[in-house]
Each structure stands twice: as structure tokens, then as C-alpha cells.
């Protein structure tokens, strides 16, 4: 008998494993015979087991065919199984009919089909891991390395996580189907969009731009704020939003200088959690997947950013399977469950065209915003792609920021508004308009005049030197940003002035500027250290004071005399409150 084939379950490996599949076909009769006759039987059974939990294809298309029976409204039975079956001239996978008439002459109470359902469900599940074994066998012996090992198993077990999350039978899937009363009676040009008016909650979108725009800091500040629940760009205050911010671009000496300079502290961050340099793997894999929705769910967040995207990828930026892995493994599971996200790219060689890399990367989000540098602080802020249309297209924005000392100062950072209405309301040539023509140069309101004509002469705006002047006094007059007047949510009581060490925000310092309707401090507050005095009439564009112009201190009334009314003082140097 040695030459006789044995039966297949007799066959074992040379461990003695059992090489059948695992597989429960008298579970899989039992539940497949109750649901022909009891629509209550499909619901009991389709809330444990799916579809793919059937072993044998013939029992799969009766379930199939009572599935669809089910979602008509349709009570199943074994003689209309039959002839949706035979509609579909397949009788003859279900031996020319003769299983559906064995099977439906006997079927036990729904009642009980969970029980054997369940036993259908495990004996597919331990399938399921005997393929996976077999599966990561064969990449061995191919050699495969133990990154590709890891790889396989992440999306195992990735795709065990969705298994058990999404349900099982139609209903998860008809549910996505539009209710027409409930579709049309939403008004969808009214909903709230979150603060900076960019984005509304559940969207994605990206923002790009060249390493000069200072997209971080941009990001950073308006998540800070939209997790301490302040206003963002003129809107209006919200509930925080709890913001998970994941950056392999910035070190932290530099994150810390710029949350200081927003006015942040131990004790005001929010609802903001940031992650710096995390140890995730490759986004565009179904482990980075996972590690990205593990760290959503620890920290609950509503909104994850990606600064910078092109950092947490595997694959060449130029191929398009590179971000349709992207929107696969991380970003379709972020949209599934109503999670926004940020992300941050950088622009291409050719400005136009938007972000560097495969145009695959705008397919998938609701919103593409490019931010560019124009000069003296401002900033533009332009949509060029949209899925929705809501909220604006464009912005104009200032980036303000104040040095104290060697940092920069705590709560003087910040991107407002350009008002551009308030602008356009002086006319071209007069003082007012000049003195916004200064400001948008980014220089500091205690620029004096050399500095000031030489910088007006490279920008081309021609103007009197009287009328610059006039421009600089008054520019010197008006006190610094960044008071507790200023911007009174970056001065929280109890929270003292901070400072921080290390390099700048951007590769440019940021200078002082002001835009239209910044409020100033009130008198008596002491300017930033003066720059060293201009002698009166000396130097070239320094005017001698006009006498009848003279200032006075505004403690003892004693005329100001030197530095102290060419600086623009309201203190003589003994009341000086320095």
C-alpha cells in the first residue's frame, strides 16, 4: 500500500502539522440552510461573520443571493434562492440546484445561529493567520529582509484591525448610501470652518510652499492657537481643538524659540500634542499606517499635520504609487474616521506647477494652499485647488514679530490680516501713505532717516525728504507690537515673560511690522533700546528739528532736547520708567 495516495486529511508536514486549512463546512451548511429561511437568521449571523468567512463557494453565492434578497426587502426562501441563482445561470455551482433543496429541507431556528456562526467566523480567522504564516514562509526562502518581514506583518495585522472595525454584512456598506431628505435639507455653505477659515473639520488639505515662505511657522502658530481656542487670522474664537502635530523637520531648541514668541508656555499649550522626530514608520505603508492611527487614538486628536510630508515616505516623490500608498494607508483611514489633516510640502523648481513630485499629490485632498514670501514681512496665501469651494481663496497676510534682546520676544509673533481697505483709504503721496509704504519694507519703527531714504530709494517709492521725516517721527512716536495691549491673549496672568536661546524662526530674521488697526501701547511705555543717536542735521536725510515741534516730557513738562526727541521719547532722561 506504500504506493497509495492518502486522503489529504491524513497528509501532515515533516512537523506533524495537520496541512488541511481549517474550515468548519457543517457550521458553514447549518448557517447557510437558517438564512434561506429567516431574514432575522441573516442579521444574527452577518453581525459576526463576513462574507469572505465562507470556505466553500457555493455556500458563499447562497449567502450572497440571500444578502441581496435582504437588502431588497425581499423575505428570503430556498425556492427564490433558486431562481436568483438560476437568473444568473450558476445553478450549476450549487450542484445544479440539488444543494439548496438539501440544505433548505432541514434548517434549524435562528436562534441558534449565532453559536454557529461564530464558529464559522474562527475557523476563517485561524485561516486567515495559516495563510499569513505560509505566506511570510515563502518571502523567506526567497530571501526576503527583515524590514520586508516587518512590512508583511504590519499589513496583516493592519488588515485584522479593519476587519474587526468596520462590521460585517451589507449594512456597514449601504449605510454610506445618501438619505435625500436629510442630503438636500443641509446647508453646506454654512458650515462652521475651523479657525484661519482654511479648512473645514474632517477635510485634508495641503499647504505648500519654498523654504523661504516660512510654512511652519505659519502652521505652527495657527495650530497653537487653534488648540488654546484663540482667533487666527481675523476669525473668530472657537472651542480648542485637540491637534496632534507630528514634525521631522524642526529640533526642538527651534519649536520652543518660536512657541515662546507666539505667547505659549508650559501651562498654555492646550489641546496641542507635538511630536518631535517620531519614530513612525514610512506613511506610505501599511506600518506607518498603523503607528499613525495608534498615536490618534492616544491622544484623541481631531486634526493630525505632517511637517514635512516628503519626510515621512519610503517612496520616490516623483511616483504616483508613492502617494496612492499615502492616501491608502494613512490618509483614507484619517477621512474614514472624520480626522483632519495638515500637510506640509515644498514647492517645485518651477513655481508654477505647485508642489514638487507626481501630480498624484493633489488628487486625493479638499484644499491646496500655496504660501509665498513677497517681501518686508507680507506673505501670500493663495488656493489653487479645491474640491468644495468653501471659505475664501485668498489672503493677504503680515508676519509681525519683536526682538527682545538676543530672543525674540514672548507674545510679539504673530501673522495677522493685511487690511487692505484701511489702506487704500489714504491717498497716494501723503504722510499716511508713506508711512505704509515703510512698513511694508519691514523696517522697525525706530528706523531713522538714512536708513529709511536708502530703503524707499531701492523700493523705487519717491517722496520727499521733508514728508520722510514726518513719516519716521511718527513711525518712532507710535511704540512697539506685541504689548499686553497688543495682543492680551499671548499675556495670560501668572505667565511671565519668556525668553529662548537659539537661531531665529526663519533664515531671515523676522522684522517688526505693523499693518492698518494694530493697536499700540498706551503713553508712558518705555520703546525698545534706542539705536545710537543721530546728530540734529547731521548725516544725510537728517533734518533739524523744527523748535515749534518740540515735545515734552510728559512727567516734569520740560522740553526734550537730543537723542531723547529724536528718538521719539515721551520722558525726559531722569523720569525715564527704563
Not at 440546484?97 to 445561529?113: E, F, H, K, P, Q
Not at 525674540?408 to 495677522?416: D, E, S
Not at 536725510?541 to 523748535?547: F, K, L, N, Y
Request: aromatic share 6%; glycine share 10%.
Amino acid at each position: 500500500m506504500e504506493n497509495v495516495r492518502p486522503f489529504p486529511h491524513q497528509q501532515a508536514d515533516h512537523d506533524g502539522l495537520n496541512m488541511i486549512a481549517p474550515r468548519d463546512l457543517e457550521a458553514e451548511e447549518l448557517v447557510v440552510a437558517a438564512v434561506m429561511h429567516s431574514a432575522d437568521a441573516y442579521r444574527e449571523a452577518a453581525a459576526i461573520l463576513d462574507r469572505t468567512d465562507f470556505y466553500r463557494p457555493a455556500h458563499l453565492l447562497i449567502w450572497d443571493t440571500v444578502s441581496g434578497l435582504v437588502a431588497a426587502g425581499t423575505p428570503p426562501h430556498p425556492v427564490l434562492v433558486r431562481a436568483e441563482i438560476e437568473k444568473q445561470n450558476r445553478l450549476r455551482e450549487v450542484d445544479n440546484g440539488n444543494l439548496i433543496i438539501r440544505l433548505g429541507s432541514d434548517a434549524i431556528s435562528w436562534t441558534l445561529v449565532p453559536h454557529f456562526a461564530t464558529q464559522v467566523a474562527d475557523k476563517a480567522r485561524e485561516r486567515r493567520y495559516d495563510e499569513h504564516a505560509t505566506y511570510l514562509k515563502a518571502a523567506i526562502a526567497r530571501g526576503a529582509t527583515g524590514s520586508e518581514l516587518n512590512e508583511i506583518v504590519a499589513e496583516f495585522q493592519q488588515a485584522e484591525t479593519m476587519r474587526e472595525s468596520t462590521g460585517h454584512g451589507p449594512e456597514h456598506l449601504v449605510s454610506t448610501l445618501l438619505d435625500w431628505n436629510s442630503f438636500f435639507a443641509t446647508d453646506f455653505g454654512s458650515i462652521q470652518l475651523l479657525p484661519g477659515r482654511l479648512m473645514a473639520p474632517g477635510q485634508q488639505i495641503t499647504l505648500v510652499g519654498d523654504g523661504k515662505a516660512g510654512k511652519s511657522l505659519f502652521t505652527q502658530e495657527w495650530m497653537w492657537r487653534m488648540a488654546t481656542g484663540q482667533s487666527f487670522l481675523n476669525d473668530k474664537p472657537q472651542e480648542p481643538v485637540r491637534i496632534l502635530y507630528l514634525d521631522a523637520e524642526n529640533g526642538q531648541e527651534q519649536v520652543q524659540e518660536r512657541l515662546l514668541s507666539f505667547g505659549a508656555g508650559p501651562r498654555r499649550m492646550g489641546e496641542l500634542r507635538y511630536a518631535s522626530f517620531p519614530p513612525v514608520r514610512p506613511l506610505d505603508t501599511a506600518g506607518g499606517g498603523a503607528d499613525l492611527m495608534s498615536m490618534v487614538r492616544a491622544t484623541s486628536a481631531e486634526l493630525v499635520v505632517i511637517d514635512t510630508v516628503s519626510r515621512f515616505i519610503s517612496g520616490p516623490e516623483n511616483d504616483a504609487d508613492t502617494w496612492l500608498s499615502l492616501y491608502r494607508h494613512t490618509l483614507l483611514p484619517l477621512k474614514r474616521d472624520r480626522i483632519s489633516s495638515v500637510r506640509l510640502d515644498h514647492r517645485g523648481k518651477d513655481s508654477e506647477r505647485g508642489a514638487r513630485g507626481s501630480s498624484a499629490k493633489t488628487q486625493d485632498v479638499d484644499h491646496v494652499w500655496e504660501l509665498s514670501a513677497m517681501g518686508g514681512g507680507a506673505l501670500a496665501l493663495k488656493r489653487t485647488h479645491t474640491r468644495t469651494g468653501i471659505g475664501p481663496d485668498q489672503f493677504t497676510i503680515v508676519r509681525q514679530a519683536r526682538r527682545d534682546g538676543d530672543n525674540w520676544a514672548h507674545g510679539g509673533t504673530r501673522h495677522i490680516v493685511m487690511e487692505w481697505e484701511a489702506e487704500q483709504a489714504y491717498e497716494e503721496g501723503s504722510v499716511e501713505w508713506l508711512i505704509r509704504k515703510i512698513d511694508a519694507l519691514g523696517l522697525p519703527d525706530d528706523a531713522g532717516n538714512p536708513r529709511t531714504i536708502a530703503a524707499l530709494a531701492d523700493a523705487k517709492i519717491k517722496a520727499g525728504k521733508d514728508k520722510i521725516a514726518t513719516a519716521v517721527r511718527a513711525r518712532k512716536n507710535r511704540g512697539n507690537t506685541g504689548s499686553r495691549n497688543g495682543f492680551p491673549e499671548a499675556f495670560p496672568e501668572g505667565v511671565p515673560r519668556e525668553g529662548s536661546p537659539g537661531t531665529p524662526p526663519e533664515t531671515e530674521k523676522p522684522q517688526v511690522k505693523h499693518s492698518p488697526g494694530t493697536s499700540r501701547e498706551p503713553a508712558g511705555t518705555p520703546p525698545s533700546p534706542p539705536s545710537p543717536p543721530l546728530g540734529e542735521g547731521k548725516g544725510e536725510g537728517s533734518p533739524t528739528e523744527d523748535p515749534s515741534e518740540t515735545r515734552r516730557c510728559t512727567v516734569c513738562n520740560e522740553p526734550l532736547h537730543g537723542y531723547r526727541l529724536d528718538r521719539g521719547y515721551d520722558t525726559c532722561l531722569k523720569h525715564d520708567a527704563a
